[in-house]
């Protein structure tokens, strides 16, 4: 049932968890196909070296065994000994090259990946029950049916180019020495190749399975993404908490800002926007919104705003398209230029009547 309800991708938070303990998916038929394949493209190139060297090898044991009258066990031992750093040194380039490649291939498909947490000893490896359950799960019947049929097809293609080529091979027997070897390197090389294109195929088919498995076996239940988000984004209640807190210090700082206000535009107790007009401004060349609002805030801007006299009016269109248009501390846009050069004008002429009326008294 765990399974069934694991129904969500991996989170990219997932994924980097995993592949920190070494949980990541990769191709080892890929690295062995493309790394055989380098091998024989290097047992190819270096063919001619491989030769003279087993040639000089063999002339080397055939002039030095009529020096033995009897081959002692120390005799025996050096020979042995010799024997085996001659095919070591022989192997060498082969050996080389495959754990290079090996490892380059390894890398690249695990991104350079080191975890401490495959090579930690865990008693669940050793675990016989665990053990017996692996050996009966649906990846290793998986992994067991592409082995059967990789072996199948391989003995195939050998069989039949062991057959199609026995004449050739047969031939062979009293040619030159250095003329059969070439042949029957050719031929080796030819079945390698041959198994390596099958091989390459079944590669590629199983990159693709173990990237499915890898991500079936990531995969998550909605409770598990749920939980993660509150991890990695806070608790939705807390944040919308945050979030108010965050609004009301935005609205108080607007609101200290309305008694240096022209005028409000108000629609009429819905939407309200105070601007503010400062010709000498370096900052701000067209009038400014320095605080807007609406509902209850519309209401407080009002408020505030006929308690420190600042003018206000009442212009439904302009106050409710100023509120939905610009945002606080900005310019207003050119297309209200003109209406609120008009309310800037009449606030204007309204003081310097006020001014004069002063006066007069």
Known sequence: MADENRTEKATPRKKEDERKKGNIFQSKDLTSVLTLVIIAFVMKALAPYFLAYLKDTIVYYIKE????????????????????????????????TAAAVTTVLTLAQTRMNFSKEQIRFKFSRINLFNGVRNLISL??????????????????????DVKSNLNIILRLIGSDVAQAVYRTAGIIVSMIFRVCVIMIVFSIFDLLYQWWDYERRLRMTKQEVKNENKQTEGDPLLKGKIRERQRSVANMRMMKKIPEADFVVRNPTHYAVAIKYDPESKKHKAPV?????RGYIALKIIEI?????????????????????????????????????????????????????????
Do not use: C, H, W
Request: glycine share 2%; net charge positive; charged share 25%.
């Open 289 to 293: 919104v320095i605080a807007k609002g």
């Open 139 to 160: 990846k290793s019947l998986i992994e067991l049916t592409k082995a059967i049929l990789k072996i199948s097809i391989i003995t195939f293609i050998l069989y039949s």
């Open 65 to 96: 065994f009529p020096s033995y009258n009897t081959l002692g066990v120390r005799d025996a031992s050096k020979v042995f000994s010799d024997m085996s750093i001659r095919l070591l040194i022989l192997a060498l380039p082969l050996a080389i």
């Open 305 to 361: 705003a006929e308690q420190n006299k600042v003018t206000v009016t009442e212009n439904r269109l302009l106050a409710r398209a100023l509120y939905k248009s610009v945002k606080v501390g900005r310019e207003i846009p050119s297309e209200f230029y003109q209406a609120v050069a008009e309310l800037l004008a009449f606030v204007y002429n309204l003081k310097k009547r006020e001014r004069l009326y002063e006066v007069k008294e």
